[in-house]
Nanobody
Framework: QVHLVESGGGLVEAGGSLQLSCTAS????????MGWFRQAPGKEREWVSA????????EYAASVKGRFTISRDNARITVYLQMNNLEPEDTATYYC????????????????????WGQGTQVTVSA
């Protein structure tokens, strides 16, 4: 079992930036691909980004590519999501996730269907 704790959400004006953090703990927590999903009120959960266990491969949803950057520090077992040029449409609860199957390619992260989840952190972007 991997335990994930997010931080860094908040309120920001459109065009601003925020950085989310997610720290993992538990047995072999550093071997999992990790990433972020988000869910806005009344909408389905949406995959945002993912990063391989070693940090060498990164994937982004089209809606955030070029504005968001995912990274990880395996010494701290922490994944970061740097969000720049935020838009009101980015308003959502952001959830950190880790793929339960360490051997699965990060390209399949968004559809893996088996994740450990964090508790979520709220991001609100005002117009």
């Amino acid at each position: 079992q991997v335990h994930l704790v997010e931080s860094g959400g908040g309120l920001v004006e459109a065009g601003g930036s925020l950085q989310l953090s997610c720290t993992a703990s538990g047995p072999n927590a550093n071997v999992y691909a990790m990433g972020w999903f988000r869910q806005a009120p009344g909408k389905e959960r949406e995959w945002v980004s993912a990063i391989s266990s070693g940090g060498g491969r990164k994937e982004y949803a089209a809606s955030v590519k070029g504005r968001f950057t995912i990274s990880r520090d395996n010494a701290r077992i922490t994944v970061y999501l740097q969000m720049n040029n935020l838009e009101p449409e980015d308003t959502a609860t952001y959830y950190c996730a880790a793929d339960k199957r360490p051997s699965r390619s990060v390209t399949l992260f968004s559809t893996a269907g088996e994740w450990f989840w964090g508790q979520g952190t709220q991001v609100t972007v005002s117009a």
